[in-house]
């Protein structure tokens, strides 16, 4: 069944929230992270600190993939990280919607293409490079009093790597971090000031 757009949200970082208590690490190809009632959801952005023990954890932020009363799950490939001693805490990223959206485009891109061909070669032999995931573009009704939008206009001017978070209808979630590229304003003759902003991806798009 197709999904409707309607209801889609975006959101930018702005902040953090209360650090939740890390009881234990259980390594593996997801990890799990026990904390006692942390009352986080899926598609919370948290970044660790303080671990003992699996110290590899500190300074990652992840996305929660599935979450338990207590402990919840992270996309990230622990087997060869140390063993949980004590210890640690999950901090997770606060959001801000950005209003009044019409539509967007995105997240996308595309991988680059290596040419390994030589004279050996009965044909072009190829690899496949990086994954860049290219740009997010969204147009709006452009509302100077909203937090969201101030929060876009700041991060471009600042020139600094936000977060950003993509909800759909159905509560698919993807995340990824971006800099703010465009922010452009326009308008005309019996019409509402518009606006129009271009994210540029950087790193990987995680999805849940």
Same mark, same amino acid.
């Given at each position: ?5 309607? *209801? ?6 702005? !902040?953090? !929230? ?20 942390? /009352? ?11 671990? #003992?023990?699996?110290?590899? $954890?500190?300074?990652?932020? +992840?996305?929660?993939? +599935? ?7 992270? +996309? ?29 485009? !995105? ?12 004279? *050996?070669?009965?044909? %072009?032999?190829? $690899?496949? *490079? ?9 147009? $709006? ?11 876009? %206009?700041?991060? %471009?001017? /600042?020139?600094?790597?936000? !977060?950003? %978070?993509?909800?759909?209808?159905? /509560?698919? #979630? ?33 999805? /849940?």
């Amino acid at each position: 069944m197709a999904l409707e757009s309607q *209801g889609t949200t975006l959101e930018i970082a702005t !902040g953090s !929230g209360g650090a939740k208590t890390i009881t234990g690490v259980t390594l593996g190809a997801i990890t799990k992270i026990a904390s006692t009632a942390h /009352a986080l959801a899926v598609g919370d952005v948290v970044t660790f600190a303080s671990i #003992v023990g699996t110290t590899e $954890l500190n300074g990652q932020t +992840a996305m929660l993939t +599935a979450v338990e009363t207590d402990a919840f799950y992270v +996309a990230i490939n622990s087997t060869a990280y140390t063993a949980y001693t004590s210890g640690g805490t999950a901090t997770p990223v606060a959001y801000t919607a950005v209003g009044e959206i019409n539509d967007w485009d !995105g997240p996308g891109g595309s991988a680059s293409v290596i040419d390994t061909t030589h004279l *050996g070669s009965t044909a %072009r032999e190829k $690899l496949m *490079g990086l994954m860049d995931e290219g740009q997010f573009s969204f147009s $709006l009704n452009n509302v100077f009093s909203d937090t969201g939008q101030q929060a876009c %206009r700041t991060a %471009r001017t /600042a020139r600094t790597l936000k !977060g950003f %978070r993509l909800t759909y209808a159905d /509560a698919t #979630v993807q995340t990824w971090n971006a800099y703010v590229l465009q922010f452009a304003t326009s308008g005309g003759v019996d019409d509402k000031v518009n606006g129009s902003i271009t994210l540029e991806i950087s790193g990987a798009v995680a999805t /849940a």
